[in-house]
C-alpha cells in the first residue's frame, strides 16, 4: 500500500521541478511568476511528501504516524522556502520602487532648482533694484540647499560684480541703488565661502576687473581668486583668508584701505602692477608660493610686519 505513493510523488516532484525550472527562464508579469511559483510549490510539496511517507512506510515495523509527520514536515519545509522567497521578493520589490520613487522625487527636485536658477538669473537684469536683491537672495538659498549649485551661484554673483559701474571723478556711485545691490552680492558671495579651516573643497572667485566697495570675506577659505584689474573702494578685508590656489592681483587699484594682514597664499601670490592710493596691511601674511610684486606702487602705509 505505501508504494502506491510513490509514483505519484515522483511524477509530482517532477513536474513542479519543470514548471519551476521553466520559470525561470521565461520573462513573464509578476502576478503570473509567482503563480507559477505556487504551482510548483504545492507540486513539490505534495510529491516530496507522497516520495518520503512511501520510503518511510517501506520499513520493517514502521510507525505510520512517525512516518507521515516526517513526511509532512519534509513538505511543509518546501512550503516554509517558499514562503520565505515571496516575501524577499516582495521586500526586493518594494525596495526597488522605493529606490524608483525617490530617483524621480530627485528628478522633480532638480528640475525645479533648475527653473529656480534660471528665473532668478532672468530677474537680475531687472531694471527694479529691489528685484534685483530678490534674485540675489533666491540664487543664494539655492546654493544652500542644493550644494551642487554653489560654485556656479558664487559664479553669477562674480558675474554681476564685473559688470562696469560708474563712478564720479571722486569715486562716488553715479547709482546708489546699483551700489546697494552689488553690496548684496558682496556679503553673500562672503556668507558661501567656508571658514579658513574648511578641508575642501573650496570655491573659486573670478572677480577680474570688478568694481568692490567694502568687500569683507574675513577668515574665509577660497581656492582661486582673480581680482585682476579690480577697483577697491573704500576698506576691503581680506584678512585671515586661506587661498589654496593661485591668487592674482595682478594690476589692480585699491582707492582705500585693504585689509591683507594673517592671509596665508598657498598658491602664486601675483601682486604685478598692482597699485594702492590707499594703506595696505600684510602684516602677519604667510607667502608660501611663487610671490611677485614687479611693477607695484604703494602711494600710502604699507605694513609688513612679522
Known sequence: MQWAFLIPGLVSLGAGAVIGTLSLWRKR???????????????????????????LLSEPNANRGEALKTAGLAGGAVVAMYALWLNDRRR?????????????????????????FAKAVELLGNSADQVRVGAL????????????????????????????FP???????????????????????????????????????????????????????????LLRRAQLHQSNALKGCVFHEDSYFTAMVNHGMLHLNDTT?????????????????????RFLGLTKFDGARFHDVLELRD
Open 265 to 285: 597664499f598657498h598658491g602664486r601670490a601675483w601682486f604685478a602692477g598692482f597699485t594702492a592710493h590707499g594703506p595696505v596691511r600684510f602684516h602677519r601674511g
Open 92 to 116: 526586493r520589490v518594494e525596495e526597488r520602487r522605493h529606490e524608483l520613487e525617490s530617483q524621480r522625487t530627485e528628478f522633480d527636485r532638480e528640475r525645479v532648482a533648475d527653473e529656480r
Open 137 to 164: 537672495h533666491v540664487l543664494a538659498g539655492l546654493a544652500r540647499s542644493r550644494p551642487a549649485y554653489t560654485q556656479t551661484v558664487v559664479d553669477v554673483f562674480c558675474s554681476y560684480l564685473r559688470q562696469p
Open 29 to 55: 508579469h509578476y502576478a503570473r511568476i509567482e503563480l507559477e511559483y505556487l504551482l510548483a510549490t504545492v507540486l513539490v510539496s505534495v510529491g516530496l511528501f507522497a516520495v518520503v511517507s512511501s520510503w
Open 167 to 225: 563712478r564720479d571723478p571722486d569715486g562716488t556711485p553715479t547709482d546708489p541703488g546699483e551700489g546697494q545691490v552689488r553690496k548684496t552680492a558682496q556679503r553673500l558671495i562672503a556668507g558661501l565661502l567656508p571658514p579658513a579651516d574648511h578641508p575642501g573643497p573650496h570655491l573659486d572667485l573670478d572677480l577680474t576687473g570688478a568694481d568692490l566697495e567694502y568687500f569683507d570675506i574675513t577668515g574665509r577659505a577660497v581656492g582661486e581668486i
